[in-house]
């Protein structure tokens, strides 16, 4: 199957803390795992991506783990600022098609 | 490049009403998807399209749903007739291949009443 879980759902921090989002996935041929934000009222936007040959990536404040193994990975954002606040989605694909499927996405708040 | 481009960005119609939603995807990329978001059920592919041909409508809820391509630059989605339920955002999104992810367009947010 293509199902991806994504916890929690609602995720509160003080600015300048960090935060950490996890999604499981179930498909074992899956290969392509990006991250997006979507701020209200606007568009999914990517952010990072890892792809399956790769255990961890990093992009400035915010990085992406991979564990093959236990088909989980997750987003990090360190010194998060009010900014960072929106709905993060992850998102996988399969080995045999390009489609993404999506979890159903954390809202972030980060507290001034 | 001006990204994907939706059109309309709202839509209100009544049910009943044929309602049409029109993307142009970034140009050069092969790969056109859409995707109806809700609160309920989050972000769902409908269907996905491979240098213009349909590959995957397995998401399209039931026969009131279709959607085209008639050439790289230009793709629709269709609700005839529209109800309720089908009040969501609609986005289109476009990709190159499996190089990187999608890239969304600004969605069209569609009220039936």
């Known amino acids: 199957g293509e199902n991806v879980e994504q916890h929690p759902s609602t995720l509160s921090v003080q600015e300048g803390d960090s935060a950490v989002i996890k999604c499981t996935y179930s498909?074992?041929?899956?290969?392509?795992f990006p991250w997006y934000k979507q701020e209200l009222g606007k568009r999914p936007q990517l952010i990072i991506d890892?792809?399956?040959?790769?255990g961890e990536k990093k992009d400035q404040r915010i990085a992406v783990t991979l564990n093959k193994t236990a088909k989980h990975f997750s987003l990090h954002i360190t010194e998060t600022q009010p900014e960072d606040s929106a709905v993060y989605f992850c998102?996988?694909?399969?080995?045999?098609?390009?489609?993404?499927?999506f979890g159903k996405g954390t809202l972030l708040t980060v507290n001034p | 490049d001006a990204g994907v481009i939706q059109s309309p960005r709202h839509e209100v119609t009544e049910m009943g009403q044929e309602v049409t939603l029109r993307c142009k995807p970034i140009?050069?990329?092969?790969?056109l998807f859409w995707y109806r978001q809700t609160m309920m059920r989050g972000l769902e592919l409908l269907i996905y399209?491979?240098?213009?041909?349909?590959?995957?409508d397995s998401g399209m809820p039931e026969d009131r749903f279709s959607a085209k391509m008639p050439n790289a630059s230009f793709s629709t989605l269709k609700i005839q007739p529209s109800e309720p339920r089908d009040s969501a955002v609609y986005f289109c999104?476009?990709?190159?291949?499996?190089?990187?992810?999608?890239?969304f367009g600004s969605g069209t947010r569609l009220t039936v009443v």
């Open positions: 999104a476009s990709s190159f291949g499996d190089t990187r992810g999608y890239t």
């Open positions: 498909d074992s041929a899956s290969n392509y």
């Open positions: 890892i792809r399956s040959n790769v």
């Open positions: 998102a996988q694909r399969g080995g045999s098609n390009y489609k993404l499927t």
């Open positions: 140009s050069g990329h092969d790969y």
């Open positions: 399209f491979n240098n213009n041909v349909p590959i995957d």
